[in-house]
């Protein structure tokens, strides 16, 4: 493709940005690869530790997940024995990921000619908010309805052997993935890779809500949020 790979800043060092909502972790298997944070106080990062010491952010027997990294917050500090995490310097960190990802979603908005599912060439006709059970091509696509979902089977992205294909998915809505029957994925063949698939998501966004499991690709940036159960996932902001 002519375009490329929409720039995340210092959000692309980010597993998971939680906003001015903060992130709250349910369960006791989740681990995520990189940093997090929130633009809002430590308090509403909940159910997380990192390998600092004592840096842990409300967890209780229920509710552990682990970070492979930082977690960025504005003050308080969520623990007097953790002193270098709820600062004035992870609270401007967390503000340029806030910044940086709100300009990447307007980036993402910005580009143009998103295909319809249901008409474009290749695309295998059916519903224009149905990404299951379908195999596509490097492009943009454009929920006609304003919201995508993957339930009918999994999606495939096809490289065709470019390892630089990128997907850009546009919603004004939601995005939802499974149903509550069966979990569902996003797959990478021939090439495709997840730091070049962008899902931008006009409202909520929920991953395999009901069962968890399946496998999630690419780049998530919500306005309102993303919803996951356990599964194996990739590059996720929010």
Same mark, same amino acid.
């Given at each position: 493709?002519?375009? #490329?790979?929409v720039?995340? =800043? ?7 940005? =939680?906003?001015?909502?903060?992130? /709250? ?8 690869? =990189?940093? &997090?944070?929130? @633009? ?13 010491? $004592?840096?842990?952010?409300?967890? /209780?027997?229920?509710n ?22 709820? !600062?004035?310097?992870?609270?401007? &960190? ?13 980036a993402?908005?910005?580009?143009p000619?998103?295909l ?8 295998? =006709?059916g ?19 304003? @919201? ?19 997907w ?10 499974? /149903?509550? !029957? #069966?979990?569902? @994925? ?13 899902w ?5 966004? !929920? &991953?395999?809500? &009901? ?7 690419? /780049?998530?940036? @919500? ?10 996932? $990739?590059?996720?902001?929010?």
């Open positions: 493709m002519a375009q #490329n790979p720039n995340l =800043g210092s959000a692309a060092n980010v597993g998971g940005f =939680g906003g001015t909502a903060g992130i /709250t972790n349910m369960g006791i298997h989740t681990v995520i690869n =990189g940093n &997090i944070g929130t @633009s809002a106080v430590s308090t509403l990062m909940t159910g997380f530790h990192d390998n600092g010491p $004592n840096c842990v952010y409300t967890e /209780t027997p229920l552990v997940g682990h970070v492979n990294g930082v977690i960025n917050t504005a003050p308080p500090a969520p623990t007097v024995g953790c002193p270098n995490e709820g !600062t004035a310097v992870t609270a401007a &960190i967390a503000a340029q990921a806030a910044l940086d990802s709100l300009t990447a979603y307007n993402l908005v910005a580009f000619n998103g319809d599912v249901s008409v474009c060439p290749g695309c295998g =006709g519903g224009a908010d149905e990404l299951g059970n379908r195999t596509l091509a490097p492009g943009i696509y454009k929920a006609a309805p304003g @919201s995508f979902s993957i339930a009918m089977g999994d999606l495939t992205l096809d490289a065709q052997g470019d390892p630089n294909a990128l850009v998915f546009q919603m004004a809505k939601t995005l939802t993935v499974g /149903t509550p !029957t #069966n979990n569902r @994925s996003v797959l990478l063949v021939n090439g495709a890779q997840a730091k070049n698939v962008f931008q998501v006009g409202s909520a966004a !929920t &991953i395999n809500g &009901i069962l968890g499991g399946g496998t999630m690709q690419g /780049t998530i940036i @919500s306005q309102d949020g993303v919803s996951i159960s356990y599964c194996h996932s $990739n590059a996720v902001d929010f």
